[in-house]
């Protein structure tokens, strides 16, 4: 049985959201593959797998397919914006340039419009995403890229919640609100 909610790792969500959403033989793009994290415990052979990011010259708002050619786009773009508090890592390792939470969500709408030009009808899209806290008040990513994609013509399918095993970094020692340790990923299908 798959649950919406999973405590794990991105790698352990991935193997059920594919197993639900994909077909064999199906033209999967994950246009921000990276060190391909999400794929190591799934047989991408299964498919016609293209992993693309910008550390192999593809921009996932610029991606080098035709319209309406992908059965199935992943877009897992930085979703934390870059900053005094975020890792040096973390900023280096995503080519992270996002300074406020706004550019975080102008970075997916960018995605969000390209996928919608490169897949095929009922071509499906996950989406991963986290809500943030941006100066002590709550941003909800999710929330904001969910009604993105609905006026970008897409159906939404599920959302799967993941819980990660480790404790979210603090920048001070007293809190104001619930620090997040979960992050989502959206399934949509683009209705074209």
Known sequence: MILTGKNGTNRDLVIDVMSMYATDGDIVADVTYGKGAFWRDVDTARYDFRPTDLMTGTDFRDLPYGNGSIDMVV????????????????????????????????????????????????????????????????????????????????????????????TPAMREKYQKTARKNHSYMIVGEFRR
């Not at 900023?91 to 969000?112: D, F, M, P």
């Not at 989406?127 to 990513?141: A, F, L, P, T, W």
Request: hydrophobic share 35%; aromatic share 6%.
């Open 75 to 166: 877009l897992d773009p930085p979703y934390m914006h870059g900053g005094s508090t975020v890792k040096e890592s973390i900023n280096k390792c995503y080519q992270n340039q996002n300074t406020s939470h706004e550019s975080v969500i102008r970075l997916y709408a960018g995605g969000l419009l390209e996928s919608a030009r490169v897949l095929k009808k009922k071509g499906r899209i996950l989406v991963k995403c986290q809500d943030e806290i941006e100066s002590g008040r709550q941003r909800m990513s999710h929330i904001e890229i969910t009604q993105m994609m609905e006026l970008l013509g897409f159906k939404l399918l599920d959302l799967f919640v993941l819980v990660q095993s480790t």
